[in-house]
């Protein structure tokens, strides 16, 4: 059994975000996902935003790019969101778009290593612990959060692509989040380079969350929308990416995600999907009840 999600994509409007976070809770979806992209809506605001006006949905934030954010900041952030929305945030990380990060000034010589370093000392501090460290990028001394998560929060998320930063996630965060660029061969390739960081860095017990944003399309043009966003990420021959179509075919795709290995599969919309409203409705009343529940 599955999560379901969909995505708010920072192409809309930040108020756009109240309306679409309440039908989601309204309709009993299970999570909503929120980007950071630059230079749109900030992922935190957002996700705090969202969580205030809303009563049951989980929020996620997918993701964070660490070049932009001293972990100290980070780890603050966060735990914050946990105390005050108990088990309904969902926080990932990720080395960001470089070319973004370089328009910021904030690119790196070896984003994985910074990924390592934050993802390392970030978990560090949202577990209470007192942290000292001197990284090629990460340092602190003696620090600890003052409110650290008092619950269980789910640890924390990295997105990751290529191999290394996939083994990565493994050895160092508690889930992995894969983009829309992923078919169900790419998951099963993740899910199986994933457990080879768990096993190197014995990491091997309890759960490791790996989340996949599957682009759909519906309505009369469905399968246009999705051949033209396809086309224009430069990914249109990739084999059985994407789905257009009804809700049984997206129950079809998801199903077909879940069975390579992912736990939670979020329905990310076309950048130009004409009705957010009705794709979150669509995502909770009509697929929702076709594919098993959640784990």
Known sequence: MTSLGAVFRPQLAPERLRPVARLADDAGLEELWLWEDCFREGGISTAAAALAWTERVRVGVGLLP???????????????????????????????????????????????????????????????????VDGRYVKLDDVALDW?????????????????????????????????????????????????????????????????????ATGPDAAARLRAELTAEGVEAVPDLGVAGDAGAVAKAVERLVEAGADSVVLQPTADEPDPEGFVRFAAEEVRPLVPGPR
């Open 66 to 132: 660490v070049p932009l954010r001293n972990v100290a900041i980070t780890a603050m952030e966060a735990a914050s969101l946990h105390r005050m929305f108990p088990g309904r945030a969902i926080l990932g990380v990720g080395h960001g778009v470089q070319d973004w990060m370089g328009q910021v000034g904030a690119r790196v010589e070896s984003p994985v290593t910074l990924l390592r370093e934050h993802l390392l000392a970030l978990r560090a501090l949202l577990s209470g612990e007192r942290v000292t």
């Open 148 to 216: 650290p998560p008092e619950a269980p929060h789910g640890g924390v998320l990295a997105g990751a692509t290529g191999p290394r930063s996939l083994r990565l996630t493994g050895e160092a965060a508690d889930g992995t989040i894969l983009t829309a660029s992923t078919n169900a061969e790419g998951v099963r390739t993740a899910r199986r380079l994933v457990e080879e960081g768990r096993a190197a860095a014995g990491r091997e017990a309890g759960p490791h969350r790996l989340v996949v944003y599957l682009l759909t």
